[in-house]
């Protein structure tokens, strides 16, 4: 294998859901940083990003957070707690803005883009109440660059879906917004006394999983 290839296999390796955070530890401002970018950067159908991060640090805050999480403690003792909301519903208002987004970055007249904000409107009116399953799909994407990014950078993670979010976004200030929490992820540095780190991965061997055509 490359280095490339080994720096990835050897970070998906080491790499496990972190069942015991080290609260005296914190993740330096240049690596949130490059974990910031891998989730702007994560791709999105059509582009939209229909999402939110709400990312919290405050340990105050922190400490209500096993109460919203089924009493789990990482939230709590993680460095970071970022919390993937997805928007509810892909309104016309809402493409529009991405639309002039796309104008003003790549320069181009808004009016070109007539027939990709036609395609996206006509798809959201087709799923009709079906619009934040899309939306949460789309969250799940950046769950997994986020989980690969600070497998790179070891820094220990654990994606929850185990989150009750009636009782998280009012927390979060979401309440009343266009966006709802779906899933999250602790990130920090593992305790030492976090035995799961020492179990062996369980995986399907490759010719189980995939088929080649």
């Known amino acids: ?11 998906l390796q080491w790499r496990y859901a972190t069942k015991q ?13 490059s974990l910031q970018q891998a989730l702007l950067l994560t791709p999105s159908s059509y582009g939209l990003q229909p999402w939110k991060f709400v990312v919290v640090t405050d ?67 087709r799923m009709g109440s079906e619009q934040l399953a899309w939306t949460s799909r789309q969250c799940y994407i950046a769950l997994g660059f986020l989980l690969q990014a600070a497998a790179l950078l070891r820094i220990d993670a654990c994606p929850m879906e185990g989150i009750q979010s009636d009782r998280l976004d009012p927390l979060l200030r979401l309440t009343d917004t266009d966006y709802t929490s779906v899933v ?30």
């Not at 294998?1 to 970070?11: C, G, K, P, R, Y």
């Open 59 to 125: 340990p105050t805050l922190k400490q209500l957070l096993p109460a919203a999480c089924w009493g789990q403690t990482q939230p709590r003792d993680c460095s970071h707690f970022v919390v993937c909301a997805a928007r509810k519903t892909v309104d016309p208002q809402f493409v529009q803005q991405y639309l002039q987004q796309i104008a003003r970055i790549r320069a181009v007249p808004v009016s070109a883009l007539e027939g990709l904000g036609t395609a996206i409107n006509g798809k959201a009116s």
């Open 184 to 213: 999250a992820c602790a990130l920090g540095y593992r305790h030492a006394a976090d035995r799961a780190a020492l179990d062996p991965k369980v995986r399907c061997a490759a010719e189980d999983v995939f088929i080649s055509l």
């Open 1 to 11: 294998m490359t280095d490339v290839n080994s720096q990835l296999h050897d970070a």
């Open 21 to 33: 955070f080290d609260p005296l530890r914190s993740i330096s401002a240049a690596d949130w940083n």
